[in-house]
């Protein structure tokens, strides 16, 4: 019955979807404000329908229900709850119905929640979500329903992907799906407000809380991801440029170029095209790590199944989808007035390169990713991996990262370049005296990318809180805090990166039980190997006691793993943490009778690479609700004024 | 700057930030082209010592060593044409074996020998490395057939 009812909710919900996209278009054109005064109601039901289909899948795994297909190819009665739970979306169909409830929640609260922009703009928004969401309806229904049964029932299920029963499965794919997903709505007032030629500040003003709130939950998503694959992998990397991962890079880097030129918007009214064209491409990329991960074309952890049906309906919603919006934008985008000028010493041209930059490293990430896919079409197997990405990447974010020092340091609409040079004295003088300090201690020792790496997250450090300097913190707008936090998440990140890679130390050994090995500082005491067993594995679990310093030595239980259904290896970290950096302990296969293969590394910092994540999803956080209470308090005043 | 003409100074800043960005792209990616070898393409266009590169083919049976330290690994590595003695030290892929496929990352040495930082193995049916894929060994030829 629950699978049933859940598919029915689905139809249900694109029936609504098809209603609210009629009632939409017949209500704009033909002016009739009746049919229009339905659409808000039509889109919060839809919105409750999809969050009810998800609901019936989530009880389906948690009951293991065996007579449900998905249920049976994707998980198995022994598996611990949490698990059962979060291999809801562990999976094709599951995770596209998780895709189309977040794009049915967010569709329901621009309807109930959005109250600044002009009703005609709001309705052609809702629209335009009703028009995405159809497609995707229509990929859940027809190629992948996740409600479908067999008959007969087996005994028990196949088990899910070792890989993903960890507990960043239940927060990692829910939180980057709110924020991939949430792109949508950007995307949607971008086409709302060509429809309806409404493109100006009130507009951006209206489109930035919706902006934020998916940056910042697709930045926790991201460094929640890569945390997880640095410890579940056990090869000690946090980032590697898998195309899966290069999915979810896209659409940050759009969203954060929206982020900024939405701001420009909104605040100075410029770059109103610009604006309007990142909105579109910032879900397009969504949609384009969609077709990369769902459609099989990949092999990768992330990519469930290989079939070519789904792949190609995924490719012709994209088509419809970008080509549909990129012909809006060419047809209209000549009735958008040209915005307010600058001058070239000016804060918008700080964000104009900001935004060339991050479009730049897009597009070399994209061409990067999608090269293989191209050459493969003539016959050519190519990998493009890391080298490609390094080389590319990391100069232009470093030339990226000292633009975001120098930007918030301008004055908005024309500076002048002496007084702007004052104000980046003191990070141009830690920035020389960082290049001097970390030159002379590691010159020789470290690659040129980490150095340059060290020395510019100083710099931007210092420069990202000198916003703050003689003001008084206390009258600091939360906006101005929320962008301050989130500049130092980034100067932090990337010292985390630079440290990494430039001091890593990294011990390979095959040691028997009692031997003991030193490394970086650290006494690793290998104490007994024994096998443990879980709900679902058996393991070999060493037992090593780490200490350093003569101080008090803390027991470290790296594991190797084997998963019985479906009968797979993995290796299970071990990571010690402490202020200055992780000890990471990964136990391998016996070298020969009695030892023990063992990796072992120390990674300085390392831990602020998330910690700068967290800092910048914090930042957006602080600048949304900045902006939101701002806008509260103004209402409160003005209905008290009234009164 | 006159108002007029910003829009188009805009729109010719980003233009060139692209055709920039597209050569860029091009460039590195001619050398990511060469990324890839066979045991027969580096006897044939040959690869200078320190070059990062992929070497893919497969481990020759009865080639596969272990040092006395017990982390290194020493193997040859064949595409039936050629072969390239290999060398790795580190915790190898379950499924890494003599007669198996393998992609080795890494560079060649002075000497000759390739020494690789990360095997890629099979991992499971479900994800392989993208060069794994095109080939097949043939058991009666002992030829290893890559297709790319």
């Known amino acids: 019955m629950i699978a049933e009812a859940g598919l029915a909710a689905l139809w249900f919900a694109a029936a609504l979807a098809l209603l609210q996209l009629v009632l939409v278009a017949m209500g704009l054109t033909g002016r009739k404000d009746e049919l229009l005064a339905a659409v808000r109601p039509v889109a919060v039901a839809q919105g409750l329908l999809t969050a009810l289909a998800f609901a019936a899948l989530v009880t389906l795994f948690l009951r293991s229900d065996m007579s449900v297909l998905l249920v049976v190819t994707n998980s198995h009665s022994m598996k611990p709850w949490l698990y059962k739970f979060a291999g809801t979306w562990g999976n094709h169909e599951g995770s596209m119905l998780l895709w189309v409830t977040v794009m049915g929640v967010a569709g329901a609260a621009v309807a109930l929640f959005e109250r600044a922009l002009r009703r005609d703009t709001h309705m052609a928004t809702l629209g335009a979500q009703a028009a995405i969401s159809l497609g995707f309806y229509a990929f859940l229904l027809f190629s992948s329903n996740p409600f479908a049964r067999i008959s007969p029932a087996p005994a028990d299920g196949q088990g899910l992907n070792p890989l993903l029963q960890d507990p960043g499965l239940a927060f990692h794919p829910p939180t980057l799906y709110l924020g991939y997903v949430g792109l949508s709505v950007a995307f949607s007032f971008a086409v709302g407000a060509l429809l309806t030629r409404r493109v100006d500040s009130a507009f951006a003003r209206a489109m930035r809380p919706w902006v934020l709130a998916a940056w910042v939950l697709l930045t926790l998503g991201i460094t929640a991801g890569s945390y997880w694959a640095y410890y579940e992998l056990g090869w000690g990397g946090w980032w590697f440029w898998d195309p899966v991962e290069n999915a979810s890079l896209m659409p940050w880097l759009a969203a954060t170029a929206l982020l900024h030129s939405v701001t420009v918007l909104a605040t100075r009214d410029a770059l109103r095209a610009w604006t309007v064209m990142l909105a579109v491409v910032a879900f397009s990329m969504s949609m384009v790590g969609t077709f990369l991960v769902r459609s099989g074309i990949l092999t990768s952890v992330h990519a469930f199944a290989v079939d070519p049906e789904r792949g190609s309906f995924i490719l012709a919603l994209l088509a419809i989808y970008i080509g549909g919006a990129l012909a809006l934008f060419g047809w209209r985008i000549g009735t958008v007035r040209e915005g307010e000028p600058f001058e070239l010493v000016s804060r918008e041209t700080m964000l104009v390169v900001n935004n060339l930059l991050l479009s730049v490293i897009l597009g070399l ?12 079409a003539f016959g050519h197997k190519v990998s ?18 000292v633009a975001m020092a120098a930007g918030p340091l301008m004055r908005w609409r024309r500076d002048s370049a002496a007084a702007a040079g004052r104000r980046l004295l003191v990070p141009a003088a830690v920035l020389i005296v960082a290049a001097v300090v970390v030159g002379l201690l590691a010159w020789g020792r470290i690659g040129i990318l980490p150095y340059l790496g060290l020395v510019i997250a100083l710099a931007t450090a210092v ?9 008084s913190l206390r009258r600091t707008p939360l906006f101005t805090w929320g962008m301050v936090i989130a500049h130092l998440g980034c100067a932090v990140s990337l010292a985390g990166m630079a440290s990494d890679s430039a001091f890593t130390v990294e011990k390979l050994v095959a040691a028997r039980p009692g031997d003991v090995i030193e490394t970086a500082g650290w006494r690793l005491r290998f104490v007994q190997i024994l096998p443990r067993a879980g709900d679902n594995w058996t393991a070999l679990q060493a037992d090593v006691e780490a200490s350093r310093g003569g101080g008090s030595p803390t027991m470290l ?12 290896p993995t290796t299970e970290a071990a990571l010690l943490t402490r202020w200055d950096g992780q000890l990471y302990v990964v136990l391998g296969q016996e070298a020969d009778a009695g030892r023990w293969q063992m990796r072992i590394w120390w990674k300085p910092f390392v831990t602020l690479i998330w910690l700068g994540g967290f800092l910048i999803a914090l930042g957006g956080a602080l600048a949304l609700v900045g902006r939101e209470r701002r806008g509260w308090v103004l209402k409160w005043r003005a209905r008290r004024a009234v009164a | 700057m006159k108002a007029k003409h910003q829009r188009l100074v805009l729109a010719l800043v980003a233009l060139a930030a692209l055709v920039g960005a597209g050569l860029l792209a091009a460039s590195a990616l001619r050398d990511e082209a060469a990324y890839f070898y066979a045991p ?6 040959g690869v200078e010592p320190g070059k990062a590169i992929r070497l893919g083919g497969m481990v020759v049976k009865g080639s596969l060593k272990r040092a006395t330290d017990g982390v290194t690994l020493r193997f040859d590595v064949t595409d039936g044409k050629a072969t390239v003695p ?17 992609v080795a990352e890494g560079a060649f040495d002075a000497k000759g020998t390739f020494v690789a930082t990360n095997l890629l193995a099979k991992h499971d049916e479900r994800y392989m490395p993208r060069e794994l894929e095109g080939m097949k060994y043939d058991e009666a030829t002992h030829q290893l057939k890559v297709e790319r």
């Open chain 1, 365 to 376: 990430v994209l061409v990067g990713t999608l090269y293989p896919l191209l050459t493969e």
């Open chain 1, 384 to 401: 493009v991996g890391a080298p490609y990405f390094d080389r590319i990447a990391g100069p232009i974010a470093l030339g990226l990262m």
């Open chain 1, 463 to 471: 420069a990202s809180v000198t916003p703050l300097w003689r003001r």
């Open chain 1, 557 to 568: 239980h790296p594991q190797a793993r084997f998963f019985a259904s479906p009968p797979t």
């Open chain 2, 40 to 45: 027969a393409d580096v006897r044939a266009k």
């Open chain 2, 86 to 102: 290999a060398v790795f030290s580190g915790i190898a892929p379950d499924l890494f074996k003599e007669g198996s496929g393998v």
